[in-house]
């Protein structure tokens, strides 16, 4: 008792020397509490909701640390459930999501809700990246960007896209509309100069 006593005293003085500053410190937890309940969820999302599922129940998880922060959480997580050095905690404001980066984010500090996901490193990153592309690409690494280099190369790139041809644009021009009478006017009449007569003889001697 007298230890804890003398904890409680150091963990006063702590708070009103930083008072004024801001900490990652949950208030509502208290350092009596040597463990945390801890819910372990999955490492992606399922269902229409949307939601993390459930693995097994929830877990008593050994906090030997003063403070309690999302470090410290990672920590203690990760030393409970002993899980690969591939595997990285996150800890999450509920069942669905999203990610914590402070404690204050932390709705209720009575059970904690985490994940283990796969840690990516930068390598990883650039790999991954290299092999999209050269998926893209057929299985063939993708060509090289031409580079101009010299005035003279400039100035080919710059005659290149001036002559290319662009597609013509379609006309905004609209004719303005005629009245019938003006339509009327427009019309010429032809009139003829000559007049053709055909002319039929008969033979009247041949008729009787």
Known sequence: MEWRKFKAEMKEKRVEKGRGKMKDIALSWSQENDTLIIQRLSTEVSGKAQKYSRVGAREFVLYEYEELTIENILKACQKHFAVDGTMTCDV???????????????????????????????????????AARVACHGGKSPPAKRRFSGTGSTNEALNKSQTVKTAPRPSKFVPRSLSLVEMLKLGKVITQSTTSVDLYSFDLQQMS
């Not at 669905?96 to 980066?101: D, E, F, L, V």
């Not at 932390?106 to 390598?123: A, L, M, N, Q, W």
């Open 92 to 130: 999450l404001a509920g069942e669905q999501g999203p990610s914590c980066n402070s404690v204050k984010q932390i709705p209720d500090t009575k059970v904690i809700h985490v994940r283990f996901v796969e840690r990516v490193g930068e390598s990883d990153e650039c790999e991954g990246l290299e």
